[in-house]
């Protein structure tokens, strides 16, 4: 993560542990908490997008995806 601050790796970090355990929903928020504390970083997106393929919502994985794609190329 960029240096934009500790909050935002604690939240994406929150969220991925939150993944791992099948805990899709609750990642999701976590995420994007991540992400609005960094707009910078691709991965809270790709979190967001994994959580959304569990959860089986293709559509919604896919915007992700490609917000990830617009951050880093």
Known sequence: MAASGRDGLG???EGSTLL???RH???ILWFRQSAQLDSTE???PLGI???Y???GQP???LF???SAIRLDP
């Open 49 to 51: 997008a994994r959580a």
């Open 20 to 22: 791992m355990e099948g």
């Open 42 to 44: 691709a991965g809270p």
């Open 11 to 13: 939240a994406y970090l």
């Open 59 to 61: 559509d919604s994985a």
């Open 64 to 66: 992700w995806v490609q």
């Open 25 to 27: 929903r609750d990642a």
């Open 53 to 55: 393929t569990e959860l």
